[in-house]
Nanobody, 125 residues
């Protein structure tokens, strides 16, 4: 059974930093694409950052470029999202997502079959 477990959320002042972790289990083969999404109250879920796990290539939403970094530790089967210079508009529930295929990793949520439960991030001014 595939599972994704997020951790690391919390509350910080604007300008602060947090690091989210997502540990995977149950995959017969390593997922090809991993991504982080977020959903603020009353808003649609949006893609934040993605990673081709085999090549290490990354991609980001414009709203977080230069502030967020996605990375992985293959030995720990864990993907991270380092979030710096947090803004109040970054406040949301953050979700980790995975897909088996590594063909054209995107930030489209419909392309991901596996999801974590989410972890709350709050940045206050």
């Amino acid at each position: 059974q595939v599972q994704l477990m997020e951790s690391g959320g919390g509350s910080v002042q604007a300008g602060g930093s947090l690091r989210l972790s997502c540990t995977t289990s149950g995959f017969a083969n390593s997922p090809g694409c991993m991504a982080w999404f977020r959903q603020a109250p009353g808003k649609e879920r949006e893609g934040v950052a993605g990673l081709y796990t085999r090549s290490g290539s990354t991609y980001y939403a414009d709203s977080v470029k230069g502030r967020f970094t996605i990375s992985q530790d293959n030995a720990k089967k864990t993907v991270y999202l380092q979030m710096n210079s947090l803004k109040p508009e970054d406040t949301a529930m953050y979700y980790c997502a995975a897909r088996s295929s590594d063909w054209y990793c995107t930030l489209s949520e419909g392309k991901y079959a596996y999801w974590g439960q989410g972890t709350q991030v709050t940045a206050s001014s």
